[in-house]
Every structure is written in C-alpha cells, then in structure tokens.
C-alpha cells in the first residue's frame, strides 16, 4: 500500500521549534520530489517547501524562508521539515505530498496531515 505518514505536531509557544517528518510506505521517496503543504483554518492549503529528487530546494511561500528547512534521509525513507521561530500564523495542518522528480510536477500521493498550534 502506497502511504505517506506525517508526523511531529504539536502545541509549541511563538519562537519554539518543532521538526515534521513524512514517511512513506510501499515506495521509495527518493524517487520524488516531496512537498510540505499547510491549511489553516478558513483558508486554501498553500505550498510551504519543497525537496526535488535531486535534492534542490524550492520554497513555495517567502514566508518561511530564513525559519523553516527541508531534509531528506534516504535510508529512513523519511523528509523532514525543521521548523523555527514559529510564528502564530504557521498554525495549520501540515501535510507532505509526492510530486514526480521535480518541485513543480504532478501530485502523487499526500499523507493525512499533522496539526502544528502556535499558541502561547
């Protein structure tokens, strides 16, 4: 069964840290590229990173950039998003998604997402 699995969520403080991970099942995620979405509530899902089969890294929103960074562990079968200095307004559902080899290709397949609360 093909899957992706998020994980990592969490109620964390303003300036806290938190680290998503997306693991995948019944195939190999470096054969794609892996994509972090959110939605927060009342609002459209936006793209937030992206880590091409390559490795390069596209930022889909400037929002996060210089806060949040993208990683992969191949033997993990595993991407990560490292998150800091969370702000009030990164509260969302965090989702990861399959995209083929590039950042800007078709969707494959999307986990069922990881509530991160930024909240004091």
């Known amino acids: 069964q093909v899957q992706l699995v998020e994980s990592g969520g969490g109620l964390v403080q303003p300036g806290g840290s938190l680290r998503l991970s997306c693991v995948a099942s019944g195939f190999t995620l470096d054969d794609y590229a892996i994509g972090w979405f959110r939605q927060a509530p009342g609002k459209e899902r936006e793209g937030v990173l992206c880590i091409s089969r390559g490795g390069g890294v596209t930022f889909y929103t400037d929002s996060v950039k210089g806060r949040f960074t993208i990683s992969r562990d191949n033997a993990k079968n595993a991407v990560y998003l490292q998150m800091h200095s969370l702000k009030l307004e990164d509260t969302a559902v965090y989702y990861c998604?399959?995209?083929?080899?590039?950042?800007?290709?078709?969707?494959?397949?999307w986990g069922q997402g990881t509530q991160v609360t930024v909240s004091s």
């Open positions: 998604a399959s995209r083929t080899i590039v950042c800007d290709s078709a969707f494959g397949s």
